[in-house]
C-alpha cells in the first residue's frame, strides 16, 4: 500500500506543472535559492584549483580532499535518509528487504520528533541510513586506504587543504540546511533514493584509484582539468536533481547487482 502511495505521489509531482512565477533556467533551477545553491557548488568544488595553480598542488592534495569530501557527503546522506517523508517501495511486503541492516525497522510505522526546528525521523527510513553507513565502511574506506597506500609519500596537511575541505564542507552543509530543511526537500524524497549520493561519490574514489600512480607527475593543467570536470559533474547533479531529472540510485544498482 505504502509503495502504490508512493508512486502515485511521485508520478503526480512529475506530471504537475510548475508554477509560472517560478524560475526556469536552462539548468531546470526554479527557484532563487537553486541558483544560489548551485553558485555555491561551483564555487566550493573550484576551491581547489587555488592550491593546483597558486601553491603547485600534486594529486596527493586532492586526493585527501575528495576523500574528506566523501565522508562527509556520506554522513550527511545518512542524515537525511533519516528525514525522508516518502516512503521507499520497499517497504511494501511484496518487496520487503531482510538483507537491509536493522531491515525489521521498515515496518515500523510513526515518527519522532527530536527537535522543533527539524523535520520528524521516520525509525522506517534507519535501516536504509545504517546501509549507507555500513558501504562507506566497508567500500569506501577500504578504497580509501588503498589509494593512500599508493601514495609514495604520505600526505602533509596544510591550511589550503584545510580551506577547501571547510569550502566544500560548507556546501554540503548549506545544501543540508538551506535546502533539504528550509525548502522541505524531505517531503517529496523517500531514503531509497538519498542513497544515489554515496554511490557517486563511491565510484568516484574507484575511477580515481587506477590512475594514482600515473598522476603523481601530473601539472597543473592536468589536475586543474580534474578539478574543472568534476566541478561540471557535481553542477549537473545538483541541477538533475532538482529538475526532477533522471538520477542514479544506489538501492537499484545494488538490486540489479543481486545484492539486495
Known sequence: MLATVYLLKRRSALQSPPPKDEIDSQLGLKTP?????????????L??????????????????????????????????????????????????????????????RGSLTVHARLPPI???????????????????????????????????????????????LSTRLGEFRYEFIGDRRFDDTSAREIGRVLTQQVLGLYLIVPFITNLSDAGPFMLGAIVAIRTIIEAYRYSVDRSGGPSVSLFSQLEGAGLL
Open 47 to 108: 576551491t581547489p584549483l587555488v592550491g593546483v595553480v597558486v601553491f603547485e598542488w600534486s594529486v596527493v592534495p586532492l586526493l585527501v580532499i575528495y576523500f574528506c569530501e566523501a565522508f562527509i557527503t556520506a554522513l550527511i546522506a545518512a542524515v537525511k535518509a533519516l528525514f525522508a517523508e516518502l516512503g521507499s517501495p520497499t517497504e511494501d511486503i511484496s518487496t520487503y528487504t531482510p538483507s537491509l541492516p536493522l531491515a525489521s525497522l521498515q515496518w515500523k
Open 33 to 45: 535559492r537553486q541558483v544560489v545553491g548551485l553558485l555555491a557548488v561551483i564555487a566550493g568544488n
Open 122 to 168: 521516520y525509525p522506517r527510513n534507519i535501516p536504509y541510513s545504517a546501509l549507507i553507513v555500513s558501504l562507506w565502511l566497508v567500500i569506501g574506506l577500504p578504497v580509501g586506504l588503498l589509494a593512500w597506500a599508493t601514495l609514495d609519500s604520505p600526505p602533509v596537511l596544510s591550511i589550503g587543504m584545510a580551506l577547501s575541505v571547510i569550502a566544500l
